[in-house]
């Protein structure tokens, strides 16, 4: 009895601890899923052919509420930013939002992904800022709002500037994947360009945001 006892606890223990610790490298370990993601994208289509319609089905509802979970927590990325008034301006579906503050003032760069373009002329227009001298809001060609610019379907890119555009084989999470490419591709040429228009300061909370 006493046996059966100390038995049934130290089962309980083990439940207990399993609970308290949960199995956060199986479950939400990065490098784990990362590794079952690729494996999988590289699997014959035959073999992913062999599973169900609703077994595929499922794994997509999976995916995109994954992918919705990460674009959401994507914003906090830029949480916090300097003049802190100044509202987080929207993400840039297919493309892509690189953003930074110099001088306690806010400048955000709209980017498309290739194959899509702006729709309105913004060719000597790199970049937008919202600082206490814009009152705190983005000055944009969408008046009154949050949004800088949106990228649409296009054969071929002429309203933006050449930098405003992502290249081919490297579209906006391409490059954020990759940290010497977001410095030395993407970040160095916002800077330059800012420096060129006379912006001087250190940059600060600088980040990409892809849509
Ligand atoms: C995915 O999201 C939908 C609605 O957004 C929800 O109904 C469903 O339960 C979610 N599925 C999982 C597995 O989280
Ligand atoms: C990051 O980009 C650089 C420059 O294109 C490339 O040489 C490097 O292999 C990339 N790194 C990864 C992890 O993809």
């Known amino acids: 009895m006493a046996l059966q ?3 049934m ?4 223990l ?3 601890f399993s609970c308290a610790a949960p199995d956060e490298t199986l479950q939400c370990g990065y490098n784990s899923l990362t590794s079952n993601l690729k494996g999988a994208v590289e699997c014959e289509d035959s073999l992913l052919l062999s599973w169900s319609s609703e077994e595929r089905a499922g794994l997509l509802l999976n995916l995109r509420n994954l992918t919705n979970k990460l674009n ?3 914003l906090s990325e830029c949480q916090n930013a300097e003049p802190k008034k100044c509202p987080q301006a929207e993400v840039l579906t297919d493309g892509g ?5 110099v001088s306690n003032k806010r400048y955000c760069k709209p980017m498309c992904n290739h194959g899509y373009d702006f729709s309105f002329l913004r060719r000597s227009r790199l970049y937008e800022e919202c600082s ?5 809001k983005w000055q944009s060609q969408f008046i009154g709002g949050n949004k800088l610019a949106v990228c ?4 071929i890119q002429v309203s933006g500037g050449a930098s405003a555009y992502f290249s081919k084989d490297q579209d906006c999470l391409t490059t954020k994947s990759n940290s010497s490419l977001i410095e030395s591709a993407i970040m160095g040429g916002f800077m330059s360009e800012l420096r060129s228009a006379g912006v001087q300061g250190e940059a600060e909370n600088s980040c990409l945001l892809c849509g």
């Not at 206490?132 to 705190?136: C, I, K, R, V």
């Not at 649409?152 to 054969?155: E, I, P, T, V």
């Open 9 to 12: 606890w130290i089962c309980s």
């Open 14 to 16: 083990a439940v207990l």
């Open 132 to 136: 206490e001298q814009t009152g705190f």
């Open 72 to 74: 959401s927590l994507q």
């Open 5 to 7: 006892g100390a038995l």
């Open 97 to 101: 939002l690189l953003c930074v503050t």
């Open 152 to 155: 649409h379907k296009a054969h």
